[in-house]
Each structure stands twice: as C-alpha cells, then as structure tokens.
C-alpha cells in the first residue's frame, strides 16, 4: 500500500494541525495505521495508532491528550488532530501501516510494512 502524508506545517505554541495519510488502497481500513515520528538528533519515536476496523487508538504518554487519531471513510485516509502543540511536537511526521500489527506490537516501527514519505510539522515557541 503507498501512502501519501500531508498537512504539516508551522504553528505557534497552542495551535493546532490535522495530518492526513491517504491512500488508494481499497482495504485500508484493515490495515493497522501508526503516526510516528522524527525529531532532529532522535530515534523515530512512536506517536499513536488506529487498530483496523475496531477503531481503537494507542496513544504514546507525550500526546495523549491533545493528539487524536481517526478514520475518514470518505477521502480513504487516517487522520492525526494535533492539539495544544508545543515546540518539542516539532518533528518529521509519518504515517506507517501494517497488516500484522496488534495491540502490542503498534509502538514499533519494525511492526509497519509500508511508510509514507514523511510532513514536517514545526511548533514556534
């Protein structure tokens, strides 16, 4: 499945953005849909999953909160609503799906077949 991530950009301390990961994929709501992400000097770190067709989300303890992701049926996408953005939000984004994720697994990038090519989000102080 190829994904397309879209919807970073720069925001001051308090805003807010919505990341969308799209695809033409037909079964995408079968897939497993984790948002990660990478700031500068650090490993790819976990931001939150969306569980197949159950819709139950698994959020890291750094966005719980104020990050939420979804499904939108109609545009074939998961969505990342990015809430109370703080400066060390600012970050390469990306959005990874997987087809053998559970509930364990969701927090590992090892977990994730496909990647999409990353939205750089930035959060001025």
């Known amino acids: 499945v190829q994904l397309q991530a879209s919807g970073g950009g720069l925001v001051q301390t308090g805003g807010s953005l919505r990341l969308s990961c799209a695809t033409f994929?037909?079964?995408?709501?079968?897939?497993?849909v984790g948002w990660f992400r990478r700031s500068p000097g650090k490993e790819r770190e976990f931001v939150g999953a969306i569980i197949r067709r159950s819709g139950n989300t698994r959020y890291a303890d750094s966005v719980k909160g104020r990050f939420t992701i979804s499904r939108d049926y109609a545009n074939n996408a998961v969505d990342l609503q990015m809430n109370n953005l703080k400066p060390e939000d600012t970050a390469v984004y990306y959005c990874?799906?997987?087809?053998?994720?559970?509930?364990?697994?969701?927090?590992?990038?090892?977990?994730?077949?496909?990647w999409g090519q990353g939205t750089l989000v930035t959060v001025s102080s």
């Open positions: 990874g799906a997987s087809r053998g994720a559970d509930w364990s697994s969701v927090g590992l990038t090892n977990a994730y077949d496909q």
């Open positions: 994929e037909r079964t995408f709501s079968s897939y497993v």
